[in-house]
Structures are given as structure tokens and as C-alpha cells.
Nanobody, 115 residues
Framework: QVQLVESGGGLVQAGGSLRLSCAAS????????LAWYRQAPGKQRELVAT???????IYADSMEGRFSISRDNAKNTVYLQMNSLKPEDTAVYYC?????????WGQGTLVTVSS
């Protein structure tokens, strides 16, 4: 099995930055892509960015430029650097991967951006 644990969320003022981390454990040899999703209050969960083992990245259109996903394969950790944060970025941010075809989610970390 694979477990994901996020950290780094918190309260930040608009225009500020945060760096989220997601540490994977368990059968990490099986992990290829790692992704960040977010879910704002009353909204559906949406993709923020994804990165594969070869460091290839894909961003949601609205995220690219302000957000940057990176990965340390030796530490089995994926990061999300978020800059120029806006109140509408307020959400629970989740780490995601798949393991033998099954979705694996972290518990989420709350990011609150105040205006």
C-alpha cells in the first residue's frame, strides 16, 4: 500500500506564498505520477498540477505561473510552491497518486488566504 501525508498549509495574506509538502510511504516503488488537487468550500475537487517520475509536469490552466510543482524522488516527496496567493485559492489541498490502479489520497491540508 501507499500512504500520503500533506503538510504546510495555513493562513496567509493575499499576495503571500506557501509551500506544501506531501510525503509518500509504503510501496513507493510503485508510484509514478503524483498530483495536487484542491477543493474549495462548496466546489468540486479540481486538479492543480501533476508531476511524473521523470519530472514531467502538467498544470491546470489557471494555476500555471503562480504555482510550481516539484518532486524529490529520493525523499518520495512532492511539493507545491504557491506564490501570489489570492483569496480564491482558499481550499483544502490534497495529494494524490494511484497504486495498482486505485486512487490514493492524503488527508488534505487547509490553505486559507485572507484579503
Amino acid at each position: 500500500q501507499v500512504q500520503l501525508v500533506e503538510s504546510g498549509g495555513g493562513l496567509v495574506q493575499a499576495g503571500g506564498s506557501l509551500r506544501l509538502s506531501c510525503a509518500a510511504s509504503g510501496s513507493t516503488w510503485a508510484i509514478d505520477a503524483l498530483a495536487w488537487y484542491r477543493q474549495a468550500p462548496g466546489k468540486q475537487r479540481e486538479l492543480v498540477a501533476t508531476i511524473n517520475k521523470s519530472q514531467g509536469t502538467i498544470y491546470a490552466d489557471s494555476m500555471e505561473g503562480r504555482f510550481s510543482i516539484s518532486r524529490d524522488n529520493a525523499k518520495n516527496t512532492v511539493y507545491l510552491q504557491m506564490n501570489s496567493l489570492k483569496p480564491e485559492d482558499t481550499a483544502v489541498y490534497y495529494c494524490h497518486t494511484t497504486y495498482i490502479g486505485l486512487d490514493v489520497w492524503g488527508q488534505g491540508t487547509l490553505v486559507t488566504v485572507s484579503s
